[in-house]
């Protein structure tokens, strides 16, 4: 009896193991073949002419160079907002706030905005931002859309990084007469740094791949300005190019080198998240 029993768990166990192991190898199967189609598709229409000319209709040319510059200037303009409240809100629910039902509270809205579909972001910074403040459709008004997106991934996890530095160190600080802000700022804030530019980074990563949200609130134009110019003005993205040149306009040599884009840059995002992680972690040790 007790043979059969070994007997079938041992089968069991093997058939758990073997799904899982098709669970994963499926999933890999399916990360490697988008990646190698987008790559394969779209890295082959790059050019030198692509990257650093703007669309021009007169003569037919396709340039992505204001695409890729309004990028820039959304990811500046957003981690400029989102990074302070992020910070602050977090310090003052790990340090500050002492009714636990507010925290609570805060948590749960925060965990609660992360959910929430983009395109209702996208609706409300239209109405919001785009009519009632009269921004119009601009790029500053997109960033700050997506400072409202981004700002749950920011604080929960400078939060938890917060949670993470030993109490002994507050206690010690305090013991040599420093005061709340002091310690904070002196000893809290540098051990978890590692918890905000984690934060940030995850942040660089949703902006890139934000489509929906930008074409309520940012628009679609393809001009060249400056910082401050392109800010007040309106402007594509390159989610938001890609988008266009495939959907408006058949250009699916230029939206699959657009594609390609984005996937080098969302690797690179994810390899630099792991260097630093790994790069604080052993400063962690030393």
């Known amino acids: 009896m007790n043979g059969q029993l070994n007997t079938r768990r041992k089968i069991k ?27 394969a598709k779209g890295i082959p229409n790059l050019s030198w002419e692509l990257l650093s000319t703007k669309p021009s209709y007169l003569s037919g040319t396709i340039g992505i160079l204001p ?11 957003t981690l400029v907002f989102v990074l302070p409240l992020g910070v602050g809100a977090a310090v003052y629910l790990t340090e500050y706030a002492k009714n636990k039902r507010i925290v609570a509270v805060i948590e749960y809205a925060a965990e609660t905005l992360s959910g929430i579909p983009s395109i209702i972001y996208g609706l409300v910074g239209m109405l919001f931002f785009c ?67 984690t934060g940030c980074i995850l942040s660089v990563g949703r902006i890139l791949g934000e489509s929906a949200a930008l074409l309520f609130t940012a628009g679609f134009a393809h001009a060249l300005n400056g910082f401050f110019e392109g800010l007040g003005s309106a402007g594509a993205t390159l989610t938001v190019s890609l988008y266009v040149y495939a959907k408006e306009q058949g250009e699916f040599g230029v939206a699959f080198a657009i594609a390609a884009i984005l996937m ?13 992680g790994r790069w604080f972690k052993r400063r962690q040790k030393l």
Do not use: H
């Open 13 to 39: 166990i093997g058939l758990l193991r073997v799904s899982c192991g098709l669970c994963a190898a499926f999933t890999c199967f399916l990360t490697l073949f988008l990646l190698i189609y987008v790559l």
């Open 67 to 77: 695409d890729i510059l309004n990028t820039v200037y959304i990811i500046v303009a």
């Open 131 to 197: 009519q009632f403040l009269n921004m119009q459709t601009s790029l500053l008004a997109g960033a700050l859309t997506l400072v409202i997106m981004n700002l749950p991934t920011v604080m929960r996890t400078t939060q938890e990084s917060l949670k993470t530095v030993p109490q002994s160190y507050r206690e010690g600080a305090f013991g040599l007469g420093a005061g709340k802000w002091r310690v904070i700022r002196t000893v809290v804030l540098p051990g978890c740094i590692d918890g905000v530019i």
């Open 264 to 276: 080098i840059l969302t690797l690179l995002v994810n390899l630099l998240a792991a260097l630093v």
